[in-house]
Nanobody, 123 residues
Framework: QVSPVESGGGLVQAGDSMRLTCVAS????????MAWFRQAPGKEREFVAA????????DYDDSVKGRFIISRDNDKNTVYLQMNSLKPEGTVVYYC????????????????WGQGTEVTVSS
């Protein structure tokens, strides 16, 4: 198991860029698929992006394709989410999640979750 911890959130304006960081403890990190989810107040948590063990397999929700980039550095037990051309979505909490095996878009397939980092994108 790994224990993700997110950071990098904050307040930005629409059109800006931001990079989120997730550091996950655990010596088996390199065998875990990692993912980012997000959740707005009163809304369901939704899939954003996922990346496989060696970063050869990636998946994005259609809403972020072409704007977001997920990457990982296994030597640092870290996964990133580069967010470009941010939309005025208000305040959303981004969560980092981990699971053994391949990438998944279904949140219940992930075992380990961070506490989230809050991102506010103003108009």
């Amino acid at each position: 198991q790994v224990s993700p911890v997110e950071s990098g959130g904050g307040l930005v304006q629409a059109g800006d860029s931001m990079r989120l960081t997730c550091v996950a403890s655990g010596h088996l990190f390199s065998t875990y698929a990692m993912a980012w989810f997000r959740q707005a107040p009163g809304k369901e948590r939704e899939f954003v992006a996922a990346i496989g063990w060696l970063a050869r397999n990636v998946d994005y929700d259609d809403s972020v394709k072409g704007r977001f980039i997920i990457s990982r550095d296994n030597d640092k037990n870290t996964v990133y989410l580069q967010m470009n051309s941010l939309k005025p979505e208000g305040t959303v909490v981004y969560y980092c999640a981990a699971r053994p095996g391949g990438i998944e878009y279904r949140q219940w397939e992930y075992n380990d979750w961070g506490q989230g980092t809050e991102v506010t994108v103003s108009s």
